[in-house]
């Protein structure tokens, strides 16, 4: 498989990726796709939706080899997250008005 080099600067890219998801995708999706990934050519505004963000893109190449592949996680601005949901200084589940004895 011969590697695809992107076209377009990393700006036009997101920008492209973004305006296909929010006018094309986004109508279209469903309570249950919450949490999936979506595989998008920004050339052709192809994608495909999976709960695996490799076999999404695995769908979207299978049929659009050259794709320019923008991936997005449907209801996330993040693809993943890292670390837990502490907030800094605080120990798990410890607030600043807990007794302490």
Request: proline share 4%; aromatic share 8%; charged share 40%.
């Amino acid at each position: 498989m011969a590697i695809t080099g992107r076209r377009y600067s990393k700006e036009e890219f997101a920008r492209r990726g973004d305006a296909i998801y929010e006018k094309d995708v986004l109508p279209r999706l469903k309570p249950e796709d919450d949490g999936k990934f979506v595989a998008i050519d920004i050339v052709t505004g192809e994608y495909e939706i999976d709960e695996d963000e490799l076999a999404a893109c695995d769908k979207l190449n299978s049929h659009a080899p050259d794709a320019q592949t923008w991936l997005v996680r449907v209801g996330s601005r993040y693809l993943h997250r890292f670390g837990g949901r502490e907030s800094r200084g605080n120990p798990a589940g410890r607030h600043d008005d807990d007794e302490r004895v």
